[in-house]
Nanobody
Framework: QAQLVESGGGLVQAGGSLRLSCAAS????????MGWFRQAPGNQRELVAV???????NYADSVKGRFTISRDNAKNTGYLQMNSMEPEDTAVYYC????????????????WGQGTQVTVSS
């Protein structure tokens, strides 16, 4: 019954903005790390941004300065604010959460969202 529910994807023009949300529910009570990934057709899945329970963040070079990852601990929800979007940002975006010590040790994620399509038109 534990799950991550994504929302906020859609179609946007180049230069525009979108905010993705990732709500954790069920037995997910303490998220050690939340990450956002994306995968475009024909491309490898790549890490976009990650935030730890301590609030530290990291970003892919391609989105640094344009995207911002954040969290709301009270709502058990993570966000990805995407600004100055480019056609190259077009992909399916996934959120993922790490809750176990094993996953933290191996730099893996325990739960994944269903993915949401983001399309940026030129």
């Amino acid at each position: 019954q534990a799950q991550l529910v994504e929302s906020g994807g859609g179609l946007v023009q180049a230069g525009g903005s979108l905010r993705l949300s990732c709500a954790a529910s069920g037995s997910i009570f303490s998220i050690k790390r939340m990450g956002w990934f994306r995968q475009a057709p024909g491309n490898q899945r790549e890490l976009v941004a990650v935030i730890t329970s301590g609030g530290s963040t990291n970003y892919a070079d391609s989105v640094k300065g344009r995207f911002t990852i954040s969290r709301d601990n009270a709502k058990n929800t993570g966000y990805l604010q995407m600004n100055s979007m480019e056609p190259e940002d077009t992909a399916v975006y996934y959120c993922a959460a790490t809750v176990t010590s094993l996953a933290m040790t191996t730099n893996k994620y325990d739960f994944w969202g269903q993915g949401t399509q983001v399309t940026v038109s030129s």
